[in-house]
């Protein structure tokens, strides 16, 4: 969890009516470890406390609330600045010069890479963070899913004006839905990011043949 309060604290603190956020705070908690501080990283959101920030954050509980309201504002603020990096990624893969595949693949590796790290620094923290039903956090997330698939869809319709806006918009739901299926398992990070590649490469390059569905002339 240390990996993830780094970024917590360096971003907290947005609100007019919060105290800024101290530069010492953020490079003490990245350089930190979450064992030393006696915090599990598999406690997950609903059971970490003030107290378990405050300690990571070699702050006192509170200081610790000039800075967030609560612990559900906390973790708000830290999903959006996640969210908000890998959609930043996701724009930059699209700008960069490549074919469609290399773009598209780009785009889905910031998806991708999001979860990966979640789950490999705290997997307790991965779906009480990103999941559609979490509270906190769902319309951040619901949000963030909206731009993928409309940074995929104009994408696609950009590079195969063939396609109708429709067809590319499956697409990218074919895209995200393949992503998502990745996610599941994590255990391996290498395998993930090889068969989202070849996965890719596999649709895209299927958008040559005549969909089962398209009826002869």
Request: proline share 6%.
């Amino acid at each position: 969890m240390a990996a993830l309060l780094g970024p917590l604290i360096t971003h907290i603190g947005c609100s007019n009516r919060l105290r800024p956020v101290p530069v010492g705070v953020a490079v003490h908690v990245e350089d930190g470890h979450i064992a030393e501080s006696g915090t599990s990283p598999h406690t997950g959101v609903r059971r970490s406390t003030m107290d378990n920030i405050a300690r990571e954050a070699g702050m006192s509980r509170p200081a610790v609330y000039q800075y967030v309201r609560n612990k559900q504002d906390a973790f708000r603020r830290l999903a959006a600045r996640l969210l908000d990096a890998a959609l930043a990624d996701a724009r930059a893969a699209i700008a960069t010069p490549g074919d469609l595949t290399e773009q598209l693949t780009g785009v889905l590796e910031a998806k991708l890479g999001l979860a990966a790290r979640l789950w490999h620094d705290s997997p307790a923290h991965a779906a009480e963070l990103l999941g559609v039903e979490t509270r906190q956090s769902a319309d951040l997330v619901e949000a963030y899913n909206d731009a993928m698939r409309d940074l995929l869809t104009s994408a696609i319709a950009t590079t195969r004006p063939d396609l109708s806006k429709a067809d590319a918009g499956e697409v990218a739901e074919l895209l995200l839905a393949f992503t998502r299926g990745l996610e599941a398992d994590l255990a391996d990070p290498e395998a993930p990011a090889r068969r989202l590649r070849h996965g890719v490469a596999l649709l895209i390059a299927g958008l040559d043949h005549d969909h089962p569905d398209k009826e002869a002339p």
